[in-house]
């Protein structure tokens, strides 16, 4: 919904956080856009609420995020295999963290590790039967919760979705059929 304009002197809505910033913002005339400060405020508190609740479920099932994104993205994988450096890039984390996420997968027999065929430096690695199975299960029950998003209509999933990868391909984070 659109943030309603506060007449001259009114309190901000101190129930909303967001409205709150921009009441205190547009006081003291501050350099920058509002809007998109707002719209970057509700992005990452929303961001940060789904993942709280994602990560709730996760645990449920021995898993943190970054570890399921990993099982995900390789199930998802036409081979059910792909370099750890390609899964950093596409999880957005270090190749550090990426290993270890390995590692621990790897110590729980969800994944291995195997030498990239024709690239000495590189490390190939492939979910297995049990990765699989545990991805399945986790999704399962994430989906019963929304992915986080349970009060959220499939209109505002939508809506949501539409306007987030419009943005992406802004920055070039999509490939578009024009690019």
Known sequence: MAAKKKAEGQLPDITD???WAAHYWEQQDLVGDPRRFQA???LLRF???VADRVEVELKQHGLNLTDYLMLMTLMLSES????ISSLA???LVHATTATLATDRLEDRGLLYRSPHPTDRRATCVTITDEGRTLATTATEALSEKGFGMESS???MVEILLASLTAMRDTVGDTQTKSS
């Open 153 to 155: 209509t499939p209109q």
């Open 40 to 42: 970057m405020t509700s």
């Open 89 to 91: 890039r596409n999880l």
């Open 80 to 83: 059910g295999t792909r370099l």
């Open 47 to 49: 961001e940060r609420i």
């Open 17 to 19: 956080p967001v409205e």
